[in-house]
């Protein structure tokens, strides 16, 4: 599998509660940038997978849509806190699908990159918008390739 990892967009500072903070102006062109990036490079995913949180669900609608892929799954587990171990868990329930976006939250995606690379050495800065390339990943197991890092202002 390939695994694309999208951190969200940027969003508002505040709101009622953080998982209702909504993405910017800035946030929604930094989405779009991601989608037709990952169109422009046959990176289209063939299953998305969002946070519940309103900035990444948000994030992942519009690059799905400028990048012409399907809507995404909602799941609970790519909430803050996510851990690479129950990552990689419920990524296997999508090893059929060649190419799989997640989008959510960093420290937990740098984390997640971490892992797949066998690092301890928290080196990984997943910017907002950033993409982060995995190939030959074979969940639930640790390791895979890294393709790229790409964020949106490189876009």
């Not at 949180?53 to 799941?75: L, M, N, W």
């Not at 868990?89 to 740098?110: Q, R, T």
């Not at 074979?138 to 890294?146: A, C, D, I, K, V």
Request: net charge negative.
């Amino acid at each position: 599998m390939e695994l694309l990892i999208i951190r969200h967009a940027k969003a508002e500072d505040f709101a009622m509660d953080d998982s209702s903070r909504v993405l910017t102006s800035k946030g929604h062109d930094q989405s779009r940038r991601v989608g037709e990036f990952l169109k422009e490079h046959n990176l289209t995913p063939d299953v998305t997978l969002a946070s519940p949180y309103a900035r990444a669900r948000e994030t992942a609608e519009i690059f799905c849509q400028s990048s012409g892929a399907d809507k995404p799954v909602i799941e609970p587990w790519l909430a803050c806190g996510m851990r690479p171990e129950k990552a990689m868990s419920e990524l296997a329930a999508y090893s059929n699908f060649e190419k799989v976006a997640i989008c959510g939250h960093n420290p937990d995606f740098a984390y997640l990159a971490e892992w797949l690379l066998g690092s301890q050495a928290g080196g990984i800065h997943v910017r907002k918008a950033s993409i982060i390339h995995f190939s030959n990943i074979r969940p639930p197991s640790q390791g895979g390739y890294l393709e790229m890092m790409v964020p949106v202002t490189a876009i």
